[in-house]
């Protein structure tokens, strides 16, 4: 079992910044694929980044540019820093991870969720 844990959301405003983390716990190797997710309201859950164990990295397009993923296998913990935030950027964001620890930009692909951060940015 994988538990996971969110933390770092609030409220900013257009511009600004912030780091999320999400803690691992569980059988969680260091070379699973670790993903996070956003949802805003009315709409569905969307793809936002993902990491390797190794370090290899896919972002949505809508982020590029602008958020970091990383990770420290040491405390299995999972970062990201979302820089030059958007009011289109306000939603819960979550991390997820997956049984075989894949990587996957489908949210029905994965098993282990956390409970979510809010994220919420003025303009």
């Known amino acids: 079992q994988v538990q996971l844990v969110e933390s770092g959301g609030g409220s900013v405003q257009a511009g600004g910044s912030l780091r999320l983390s999400c803690a691992a716990s569980?059988?969680?190797?260091?070379?699973?694929?670790m993903t996070w997710f956003r949802q805003a309201p009315g709409k569905e859950r969307e793809f936002v980044t993902s990491i390797s164990g190794s370090g290899s990295i896919v972002y949505a397009d809508s982020v590029k540019g602008r958020f970091t993923i990383s990770r420290d296998n040491t405390k299995s913990t999972v970062y990201l820093q979302m820089n030059a935030l958007k009011p289109e950027d306000t939603a819960i964001y979550y991390c997820?991870?997956?049984?075989?620890?894949?990587?996957?930009?489908?949210?029905?692909?994965?098993?282990?969720w956390g409970q979510g951060t809010q994220v919420t940015v003025s303009s």
């Open positions: 997820a991870t997956n049984r075989e620890g894949r990587y996957s930009r489908s949210p029905r692909e994965y098993d282990y």
């Open positions: 569980g059988r969680t190797p260091g070379t699973y694929y």
